[in-house]
């Protein structure tokens, strides 16, 4: 990995710059014990230079109060809300919610900020779980330069940072994914994936290039803002049919991207299966609302949560020694979009 977060401004840093203990600093700065003006003066002007802020964490760890956690994602809201915000982010909470629950955790859901919106700094927590960070993430960065700890559900995109995470094998699930498309006729597949720089698109391109140089297959990858949602599908299914007509399967990995395109391939006058498989990542209310209903992946996400809680909690209580926590292997929901009748 490469470079680790700044570290953070400590009670120590401001006693050494203020030239008095770390006791007088704490009672300075909390309101406890007997500091003179002139101190307590110097200790606040030290802190301020440094630009030290309390560690809500450490200091709830001391008093036995109780911690709070938030669950975010960093995708955009047409990515990971759903239909009636019934989507990947509120299927991780449900579960995450009560695991934390057992821990004595309360759990705060945070929906996907805008820039400018609410700074995550107003916050009162002490750890988060943040789903499928993209490379040089703002909403990742801002929580590690509060001193947080975090735990990501999916790799984090890049090398930028080092951060305990879940890993969702988005590799080996592409493989589960276009090893059925090929078993149900596909033989000219295109891959459809965001253009942000996150691990589960990297992984899926990784997957799809060695599946086609081994069938000798020319690989088609398209990339779309996912901000676009369902319009985002449409417009790179019109495109790649225009640009290249002879295929006949698309692998669409974010699931709202897979409706659009569904609609465009029907408006087109083709028919999915029979013409055109379609297939998605995420085996969510999308996939199965869609019409005709998206062959996809069971991501395990129960247990993807029950994981990430256990090792935020783990590093919550100072046990940082586990980095990574594997899911199960995607499992097949096989549906209309892929099941063509054998000729």
């Known amino acids: 990995m490469a470079d680790s977060p700044t570290p953070r401004i400590t009670i120590s840093d401001v006693a050494r710059q203020a030239g008095v203990s770390r006791t007088t600093v704490s009672h300075a700065l909390n309101g406890r014990g007997q500091v003179d003006p002139a101190t307590r003066l110097k200790v606040e002007e030290a802190a301020r230079a440094l630009g030290y802020r309390p560690n809500r964490h450490a200091q709830r760890l001391r008093t036995g109060g109780a911690n709070m956690i938030a669950l975010m994602s960093s995708m955009p809201a047409t990515v990971s809300g759903g239909p009636s915000r019934l989507g990947f982010f509120m299927e991780v909470a449900a579960v995450a919610a009560s695991s934390a629950l057992e821990r004595g955790l309360a759990m705060v859901l945070v929906p996907p900020l805008k820039s400018g919106q609410t700074p995550l700094s107003s916050l009162d927590i002490d750890g988060a779980l943040v789903i499928e960070p993209q490379a040089g993430d703002p909403l990742l960065a801002e929580l590690l330069a509060q001193g947080l700890p975090v735990v990501s559900i999916g790799r984090p995109g890049g090398?930028?940072?080092?951060?305990?995470?879940?890993?969702?094998?988005?590799?080996?699930?592409?493989?589960?994914?276009?090893?059925?498309?090929?078993?149900?006729?596909?033989?000219?597949?295109?891959?459809?994936?965001?253009?942000?720089?996150?691990?589960?698109?990297?992984?899926?391109?990784?997957?799809?290039?060695?599946?086609?140089?081994?069938?000798?297959?020319?690989?088609?990858?398209?990339?779309?803002?996912?901000?676009?949602?369902?319009?985002?599908?449409?417009?790179?299914?019109?495109?790649?049919?225009?640009?290249?007509?002879?295929?006949?399967?698309?692998?669409?990995?974010?699931?709202?991207?897979?409706?659009?395109?569904?609609?465009?391939?029907?408006?087109?006058?083709?028919?999915?299966?029979?013409?055109?498989?379609?297939?998605?990542?995420?085996?969510?209310?999308?996939?199965?609302?869609?019409?005709?209903?998206?062959?996809?992946?069971?991501?395990?996400?129960?247990?993807?949560?029950?994981?990430?809680?256990?090792?935020?909690?783990?590093?919550?209580?100072?046990?940082?020694?586990?980095?990574?926590?594997?899911?199960?292997?995607?499992?097949?929901?096989?549906?209309?979009?892929?099941q063509r009748q054998p000729r």
């Open 159 to 338: 090398d930028e940072v080092d951060v305990p995470y879940v890993d969702l094998l988005s590799g080996p699930a592409t493989q589960v994914l276009l090893t059925h498309m090929q078993a149900a006729g596909a033989r000219r597949i295109a891959l459809v994936v965001g253009s942000s720089r996150r691990t589960s698109y990297a992984q899926a391109e990784q997957a799809y290039a060695a599946m086609a140089e081994g069938y000798g297959m020319p690989p088609v990858v398209l990339r779309m803002d996912e901000a676009l949602g369902e319009s985002g599908g449409y417009a790179a299914a019109q495109q790649l049919l225009a640009e290249h007509p002879q295929l006949d399967a698309l692998l669409v990995m974010v699931d709202t991207f897979a409706v659009g395109a569904a609609r465009y391939v029907q408006e087109a006058g083709l028919r999915i299966p029979e013409d055109l498989i379609l297939a998605t990542r995420y085996d969510g209310l999308r996939a199965r609302s869609c019409e005709p209903p998206l062959t996809a992946l069971d991501l395990h996400l129960e247990e993807v949560a029950q994981q990430a809680v256990d090792l935020l909690f783990e590093h919550l209580r100072g046990d940082t020694s586990r980095r990574m926590a594997s899911s199960p292997l995607p499992a097949l929901a096989i549906r209309r979009s892929t």
